[in-house]
């Protein structure tokens, strides 16, 4: 092997300690395409996961695409903005080239997509060139499997480049570094996709108590306070390190901004109509209630968690709650004249909890309550614009406003079921 390569081992020795790091799993497996594709200096790459056929049951398995990169069509793209993509499901067979990798647990290594041999079952599919004006050449896929055996999803990896831009084939050195690359990240993305069931059944348990609070619901909160978050920070100029540490964290505390509703008397929680305001006033609790879940804080993920699941709810104007009161003593530390405490307004708020206050609304407009019908998308986007400097604050709703198609995307990413 070339020195370059054995230094390329080093690299990806270095890099698991990074990737154990990250707690979400849709940041992981972001990250694991990125690192996967500067690994072997590709141009482009897809991921997939594993899924069953249909939610919460166990049938046949498909490929699920669920992020792309393009460092050549990124430069199209506004500076601090993802590009948008279309979402998918592969069969697992013989058929395309991500499929027979699953399939037959092998990597593949294409050298011309455009002139693969008649005699192998697989193809490939090239309306996403002729879409976007890219050609796709040299391609490797490579499956993700667990410790269990159990296939977890496929990295696929697109145009070799040189130093000068040229596309070059993926060599064999690149197979053994990919191989090495997936055989690690496999592991990390194991215990990442256990932290991320444990989550779900956490909000499960909410679900069974609340029948607002599903899986699909705090995933959608949780991607679109990334996407904001992304955008904030890259309007003020916070380091990738800090943004990649904070992004990790708020994608976890994020989903569970709402676990204090388990606290929630079933009388009100069920309530199949709006609340009376006494009814109300017991339901705000849930913030409290749900901030002293994190009472023992041990990491900057709790403390995180906690603030946001106290403060989600608090306006910019001051006119949220539960305002400044201490969740753990009840203490009220700063109160009106009547003493009820007054609410945190501006950047009083953290920021954790004025970014999940903008994801959390826009969500609950557009979906369907037991007292109302989704909203359609021009009044829930003018009403994000009404509320902008009194619910929210207003450099957010600039940004979400900026991101929307990223917003959608995500959107997509984790609808309702059908039944919901």
Not at 231 to 255: P, Y
């Amino acid at each position: 092997m070339k020195k370059k390569d054995r230094v390329d081992i080093n690299f990806i020795t270095r890099l698991d300690s990074e990737l154990n790091q990250i707690n979400d799993l849709d940041l992981l497996l972001e990250r694991i395409l990125f690192e996967a594709r500067k690994v072997v200096r590709a141009d482009a790459g897809s991921i997939y996961v594993t899924v069953a056929d249909e939610e919460g049951k166990r049938g046949e398995e498909k490929l699920s695409f669920k992020y792309s990169q393009n460092d050549t069509l990124q430069k199209f793209v506004p500076p601090g903005q993802k590009m948008v993509y279309s979402l998918f499901t592969l069969p697992i067979n013989e058929n395309s080239i991500s499929g027979y990798c699953a399939l037959n647990r092998t990597l593949l290594n294409v050298p011309d997509m455009y002139n693969i041999p008649a005699e192998v079952p697989y193809s490939f599919n090239a309306s996403f060139d002729r879409i976007t004006g890219y050609k796709s050449v040299s391609c490797m896929a490579i499956p993700l499997i667990s410790t269990d055996k159990r296939l977890m999803g496929v990295i696929q990896v697109l145009n070799k480049k040189e130093e000068n831009g040229n596309i070059i084939s993926f060599s064999k050195e690149d197979e053994i570094l990919l191989t090495h690359f997936a055989n690690n990240a496999s592991i990390v993305l194991q215990r990442t996709n256990m932290t991320r069931t444990m989550i779900l059944r956490m909000i499960k348990m909410s679900e069974l108590r609340d029948p607002k609070e599903t899986g699909t619901h705090v995933n959608r909160v949780a991607g679109y306070a990334v996407d904001i978050y992304d955008r904030w920070a890259h309007h003020h100029n916070i380091s990738e390190d800090e943004r990649a540490k904070f992004r990790d964290m708020l994608r976890v505390s994020s989903m569970l901004h709402d676990v204090g509703k388990v606290a929630i008397s079933d009388t009100i929680l069920k309530k199949p109509s709006r609340f009376t305001p006494d009814e109300y006033k017991i339901m705000q609790n849930h913030t409290v209630y749900g901030a002293t879940l994190f009472a023992s804080i041990s990491s900057q993920m709790d403390e995180l968690a906690m603030e946001i699941a106290f403060t989600h709810h608090e306006n910019w104007d001051g006119t949220g709650y539960p305002g400044w009161v201490d969740p753990f003593s009840g203490e009220v530390q700063k109160a009106d004249d009547e003493g009820k405490p007054l609410g945190k307004k501006g950047e009083e708020i953290p920021l954790g909890g004025r970014i999940v206050a903008v994801a959390d609304v826009y969500d609950a407009l557009c979906s369907k309550r037991v007292y109302k019908e989704p909203w359609g998308e021009d009044d829930v986007l003018q009403e994000m614009r009404k509320l902008a400097g009194t619910k929210f604050d207003p450099e957010l709703i600039e940004i979400f406003f900026e991101i929307l198609p990223n917003i959608k995307q995500t959107q997509k990413h984790f609808p309702d079921l059908p039944d919901a």
